[in-house]
């Protein structure tokens, strides 16, 4: 499915697969929709997760913390 991308996809990424926006792909991180995950100041979404939302209309909320929502910054 996801073949030519890293095991870890980028904002470009998620936009590019989607064929969504930065805004719209930063909104649907933020819901907690596409589980991701911060490295720093960088937001990251492992491919496991990409992919399962890409095949669950229902996305299971597990506790995984590999997969935890991105809480919104403070004056972000």
Not at 13 to 33: F, P, Q, V
Request: net charge positive.
């Amino acid at each position: 499915m996801l073949e030519d991308y890293k095991d870890v996809l980028q904002i470009d990424d998620i936009m590019e697969i989607l064929k969504i926006g930065r805004n719209k792909a930063y909104d649907l991180i933020h819901a907690g929709e596409i589980k991701s995950l911060r490295i720093g100041r960088k937001i990251r979404v492992p491919k496991a997760c990409m992919i399962d939302f890409l095949t669950s209309p229902l996305y299971n909320n597990s506790n995984d913390m590999f997969c935890s929502p991105v809480k919104k910054r403070k004056g972000a």
